[in-house]
């Protein structure tokens, strides 16, 4: 295979962009058909390399999204409680979009797979007929004292003339996605075309003169010719000497017909390009360009939580939000945010207590497990996280927002009442959708709005745990 073609092989196999390479522009009319089987294998070798590429694209977008998805779930039950809530969307939109991706490959898989295997077919249908092209000297029939006692002589069948594939034209090649499939895409179903050719043989190996009998070696040599192109079959005096082609046929070595042979490329190409227009879980817009995206950052990131119908005027402040805490763009989301995700200390039980680590540092099994099933169940206990995630000592912002001037609590700290009834009795002005300030909630006294958003969260990020084990 050319080098060329090789290079356009490994540029699609590794889902990298190599534009200079075709020298063609997008199909408007029948592509021009391979005059040769090495063009033929040539342009083959292309289209097999992007759908396999499209297939390989969608199974790493799949083991992308479901780390991903891990990683952000973890990433839910980190100490620094902002960027666990920041998490939370995140860990939800991945899971969803694994799903999706599995999807997809499942629908479009047995399409592409299909057209690669008639592509398999066709190239090695031509490198048949690339290895049978060229001479085989048949049989020879020599006079002996005249023709009517001569006898057939065989000869080894040994092929002439044959070459190994040429350099494939630069201006011949095409990108895979510059075909349109309404047109014929220049490969022809292939068929092998037979000459056969007879010439007379005054001495041996010379077929020039007449071909009289008067010598013992004169004789007839038939030879057989496998072609690109069908010839035209001709006529001439026996004794005129030079080889004659007497019959020609073109053998057909496909059984599939050009009609359905184009259906079933395009059906393929649509297919891939429904693969390779799998995003990643890196590029921001990912996530931006789902509509959930925007709820889930209102309801589990924002504080206060927004309504669950956004306004536009809630959606201007869900999108600055966005900009300021995700990135405005993907060279912010990537650089900046998903380091600090991967950086985030979370908890993992390791058999005996609870331990922080970096997500990033994170490496067995165990320790991966742990810390989704902390983030899952972080919310239940939410007095224990208070204290060693948010000490008041250290001046938590949620203790500050909840302090006036001189110290003094503007609004009861929920969790330090042990009573339900001194708990429920709580009076003030109860979070939006909730009918008290305080709640007794799994046997403690619990701020309704923080319980809110905590289980709301919880409910995402639990789908997204059970999901990864399942």
């Known amino acids: 295979m050319s080098t060329r073609v090789q290079q356009a092989t490994s540029c699609v196999l590794l889902i990298i962009g190599c534009t200079n390479y075709a020298a063609s522009k997008q199909q408007t009319e029948n592509n021009a058909v391979c005059d040769t089987p090495c063009k033929c294998l040539g342009r083959l070798a292309v289209q097999k390399a992007y759908l396999e590429g499209a297939l390989e694209h969608a199974r790493q977008s799949i083991k992308a999204f ?26 939800a939109i991945t899971l969803t979009k694994a799903a999706e991706a599995a999807d997809a490959l ?46 057939f002589t065989p000869t080894e069948m040994t092929i002439q003339n044959r070459r190994a594939c040429e350099q494939v034209d630069e201006s011949k090649e095409y990108r895979y996605d510059e075909l349109n499939f309404d047109k014929e895409q220049g490969i022809p179903t292939p068929a092998l075309t037979l000459e056969i050719s007879m010439g007379c043989q005054k001495n041996p190996g010379d077929t020039g003169g007449a071909c009289d ?30 080889y004659k082609k007497t019959s020609k046929a073109s053998l057909s070595i496909s059984n599939r017909t050009e009609e359905g042979r184009v259906a079933n490329s395009k059906a393929a190409h649509e297919a891939a390009k429904r693969l390779m227009a799998i995003k990643q879980p890196s590029d921001l817009s990912t996530y931006t360009d789902d509509s959930s995206f925007a709820l889930l950052v209102g309801q589990l990131a924002m504080k206060p939580p927004l309504g669950a119908e956004l306004t536009p005027a809630l959606r201007d402040q869900v999108n600055k939000f966005i900009t300021d805490n995700y990135g405005a763009n993907e060279g912010d989301f990537r650089s900046k945010f998903l380091p600090k995700a ?12 609870k331990k922080t680590k970096k997500i990033s540092e994170l490496e067995s099994k165990s320790e991966l497990v742990t810390a989704s099933g902390y983030a899952f169940f972080k919310g239940i206990h939410t007095e224990t996280a208070e ?6 000592s250290q001046g938590n912002p949620e203790t500050a927002e909840n302090k006036k001037e001189g110290g003094n609590t503007a609004k009861p700290v929920c969790s330090t009442i042990q009573n339900q009834t ?27 709005s923080f319980v809110l958003s905590k ?10 745990f059970a999901a990864l084990l399942f």
């Open 66 to 91: 479901a780390s991903s998805s891990r990683q952000h779930t973890i990433a839910a039950g980190a100490t620094n409680t902002k960027l666990a809530a920041l998490a939370a969307p995140l860990a």
């Open 106 to 151: 499942a629908q479009h898989a047995p399409t592409i797979a299909k057209e690669i295997a008639h592509l398999n077919e066709l190239a090695v249908l031509y490198e048949a007929k690339h290895r049978l092209a060229g001479e085989l000297k048949a049989a020879k029939l020599l006079k002996s004292s005249n023709y009517e006692t001569a006898t």
């Open 213 to 242: 009998g008067t010598n013992a070696d004169d004789g007839v040599v038939t030879k057989l010719t496998f072609t690109t192109a069908a010839p035209v079959a001709e006529t001439s005096p026996l004794v005129a000497g030079a």
């Open 342 to 353: 991967e950086q985030a200390a979370v908890f993992y039980l390791d058999g005996k207590s």
């Open 387 to 392: 204290k060693v995630e948010n000490p008041r």
């Open 422 to 448: 001194e708990c429920e009795g709580v009076k003030g002005t109860p979070p939006t959708g909730k009918a008290k300030v305080c709640g007794w909630i799994e046997g403690k006294c619990q701020d309704s």
């Open 455 to 464: 289980q709301f969260a919880l409910s995402v990020v639990s789908a997204a």
